[in-house]
């Protein structure tokens, strides 16, 4: 009995070491990763990566790894020249197949996810618009709310107001509803409902220029692509799925 207990004793402290090493080797795995994923898509911020699957040194072995997470910052929004960022950009990626030299894989599904803050959207929106949001009920509906000065929002557009105008509109304000959908898989897309109808003839058209606008998802893998957004009471929130992602360090 004594032999048995040194035997089982013995076991548990292997076990112990063999956990320790995985575990050690995950840490140094995900660390490594996290630096590749910064350097090939320059960002500005280490992304944290979480590599699921126990025991990892037998998946590494087999040069395929059950589950792999990562959060990123460092993806950007633009929309007419301007830039803005996009917040809680993670992505799941699953069945990941490594190259024999550990120098590319391939996830076999990605499934990523962001979202872009009403601050963000705003940051991007034309001069002298407002985005946020329009309350639960609108939200069902996709729909977002963008206010802003009349001659600001015109004049943010690059449309010419004259004294004369600016006369006549006053102090008026604009308050639309926009419908926030996905266009070619990386451009959101924000277009107004209804907007007032105009006592000049042509600036109608011109106000709708002024409101309506695209934001550019960029820094995503090309192989992953937008299929659903919603509305928040946070902002948007996006999601899209690949399948057979490359994924090079």
């Known amino acids: 009995m004594r032999a048995l207990r040194i035997l089982l004793i013995v076991a548990v402290v292997l076990g112990g070491l063999f956990v320790a090493a995985d575990r050690l080797a995950v840490n140094l795995a995900e660390s490594e990763a996290a630096d590749r994923i910064k350097s090939s898509q320059g960002l500005a911020s280490t992304p944290e990566v979480s590599i ?3 025991p990892f040194l037998t998946q590494v072995m087999g ?7 990562v959060s ?10 301007r830039e803005v960022n996009v ?16 120098s ?51 004049e943010g557009a ?6 004369t105008v600016k006369a006549l509109l006053g102090d008026r304000q604009v308050s639309t509803y926009s419908t926030v959908s996905l266009s070619d898989g ?14 000049l003839p042509g600036f109608d058209a011109k106000l709708r220029e002024a409101v309506d606008y695209d934001l550019k998802i960029d820094g995503l893998p ?25 994924l090079t360090g």
């Open 87 to 102: 917040t809680e950009v993670k992505a799941e990626l699953r069945d990941v197949r490594v190259d024999g030299s550990f």
């Open 158 to 163: 690059g449309i010419p107001v004259s004294g």
């Open 72 to 81: 990123l910052a460092g993806i950007t929004a633009t929309a007419g020249g």
């Open 186 to 199: 990386a451009t959101v897309r924000l277009k107004a409902e209804e907007l007032p109808r105009l006592p």
């Open 104 to 154: 590319s894989a391939t996830a076999g599904r990605a499934d990523g996810s962001a979202r872009i803050a009403y601050a963000d959207l705003t940051k991007a929106a034309p001069r002298g618009a407002t985005v946020g949001y329009a309350g639960p009920e609108r939200a069902t509906k996709g729909q977002v709310k963008v206010t802003g000065p009349l001659t600001g929002l015109l």
């Open 222 to 246: 090309s192989s992953i692509t937008l299929d659903k957004v919603g509305v928040t009471d946070q902002g948007l929130r996006f999601s899209g799925t690949g399948r057979d992602v490359a």
């Open 63 to 69: 040069k395929e790894l059950d589950e792999v997470d």
């Open 52 to 54: 699921g699957g126990f």
